[in-house]
């Protein structure tokens, strides 16, 4: 139980494109999900917590009119990265927990290249 | 504000040698500590996590965990490792909501054959 997944995995995109990435949790309802990003070879740095129905709590310095974060139902969220540019390639991985539990259950990752 | 120290970049072991990963933490309340591995590419999965009681923490895969209040830490360890333990380990430290989960700069494992 208690499976999350991303969709895509991979992702190439042009300079100036917008790209979207979904997160669902496959067997239970998220009341809360989070976006992390990862540099390589660094730890997970949290960008945002969203909870359904609600506007997304965005960490300081991270730009939520670039990272546009939605959670329209207790299953899935998404993020998606506005006006993509080089920068911004990088892992991207959610999590979701259910109720008031501490344990976050892991997506796999997104993969995006910016070219 | 919480955070999660783990002091060793890189442990290279032998297979079949013991492992301990270490980790160190700041948290002004009862802390919830886990660990996580990752493979390449791929997501975290949770290897264990101490909520309360028992300080010893049983985890799949061989892993234990020691929570150790008076010393802040929470390493982790394995009698003996195999070369599919290679992959790097975070520790993590959270509240009970876990809407304030920060990780460690992560522990690349490499293991000699």
């Known amino acids: 139980g208690a499976v999350v997944s991303q969709h895509p995995s991979r992702v190439i995109c042009k300079s100036g494109t917008s790209v979207k990435i979904e997160c669902r949790s496959l067997?239970?309802?998220?009341?809360?999900m989070f976006w992390y990003r990862q540099f390589p070879k660094q730890s997970l740095m949290l960008m945002a917590t969203?909870?359904?129905?609600?506007?997304?709590?965005?960490e300081q310095g991270v730009e939520k009119d670039k990272f546009l974060i939605n959670h329209a139902s207790l299953t899935l969220s998404t993020l998606t990265v506005t006006s993509a540019h080089p920068e911004d390639s990088s892992f991207y991985i959610c999590?979701?927990?259910?109720?008031?539990?501490?344990?976050?259950?892991f997506g796999p990752g997104t993969r995006l290249t910016v070219t | 504000a919480q955070s999660v120290t783990q002091p060793d970049i890189h442990i290279t072991v032998s297979e079949g040698a013991s492992l301990e990963l270490r980790c160190n933490y700041s948290?002004?309340?009862?802390?919830?500590l886990f660990w996580y591995v990752q493979s390449p590419g791929q997501g975290l999965q949770l290897l264990l996590k101490?909520?309360?009681?028992?300080?010893l923490v049983q985890g799949i895969k061989g892993f234990e965990a020691e929570f150790k209040r008076s010393q802040s830490s929470f390493n982790l360890r394995k009698p003996s490792v195999h070369w599919s333990d290679a992959a790097e380990y975070f520790c993590?430290?959270?509240?009970?909501?876990?809407?304030?989960?920060?990780f460690g700069a992560g522990t690349r494992l490499t293991v000699k054959p």
């Open positions: 999590s979701a927990i259910a109720g008031g539990l501490a344990e976050q259950y």
């Open positions: 067997d239970f309802q998220a009341t809360t």
């Open positions: 969203s909870n359904e129905g609600s506007k997304a709590t965005y």
């Open positions: 948290y002004g309340a009862t802390p919830y």
């Open positions: 101490y909520f309360s009681g028992d300080t």
């Open positions: 993590a430290v959270g509240s009970y909501n876990n809407n304030d989960m920060r």
